[in-house]
């Protein structure tokens, strides 16, 4: 299956550092996670897109082969769990206020602040 970047990018957005935080409250995880990743409107389209292709396959496997290839840190193991856990996601998704791309203006704005 091709993963979108929009998908790696969420992954990659389960920082290790929360680990330990994240296992037990993955709700609000997976909030920091989408908030993290400052997609762009297109870019939320194409990974909601994805997350309901991914949802409306019927081999759990497959979902967690594809999790894994997203490069995250938090290792889901079980067909069932991934689900459940990108099930979340998904609802989420569209929930959670993801602020755009950070511009090269915006960083350098919040470097000075710092």
Same mark, same amino acid.
């Given at each position: 299956?091709? #993963?979108?970047?929009? %998908?790696?990018?969420? $992954?990659?957005?389960f920082?290790? &550092? &929360?680990?330990?935080w +994240?296992? &037990?409250n993955?709700?609000?995880? #997976?909030k920091?996670?989408? /908030? @993290?990743?400052?997609?762009?409107?297109? $870019?939320?389209q194409? !990974?909601?897109?994805? !997350?309901?292709?991914? @949802?409306?396959?019927?081999?759990?496997?497959?979902l967690?082969?594809?999790?894994? /290839?997203? +490069?995250?840190?938090?290792?889901?193991? +079980?067909g069932?769990?991934?689900?459940? %856990? !990108?099930?979340?996601?998904?609802?989420? @998704? &569209?929930i959670?206020? #993801?602020? +755009?791309p @950070?511009?090269?203006? /915006?960083?350098?704005?919040?470097?000075? /602040?710092?």
């Open positions: 299956m091709n #993963i979108p970047p929009e %998908f790696s990018r969420l $992954g990659h957005c920082l290790q &550092d &929360d680990y330990d +994240g296992v &037990d993955v709700t609000e995880w #997976i920091r996670a989408l /908030a @993290l990743t400052h997609l762009s409107a297109a $870019g939320v194409n !990974l909601r897109n994805h !997350l309901d292709e991914l @949802l409306a396959q019927s081999d759990n496997r497959a967690e082969r594809t999790w894994w /290839a997203s +490069g995250s840190v938090y290792g889901l193991r +079980g069932e769990s991934v689900r459940n %856990f !990108l099930t979340e996601v998904r609802r989420l @998704l &569209d959670v206020e #993801i602020k +755009g @950070l511009t090269e203006k /915006a960083v350098s704005a919040s470097q000075v /602040a710092d």
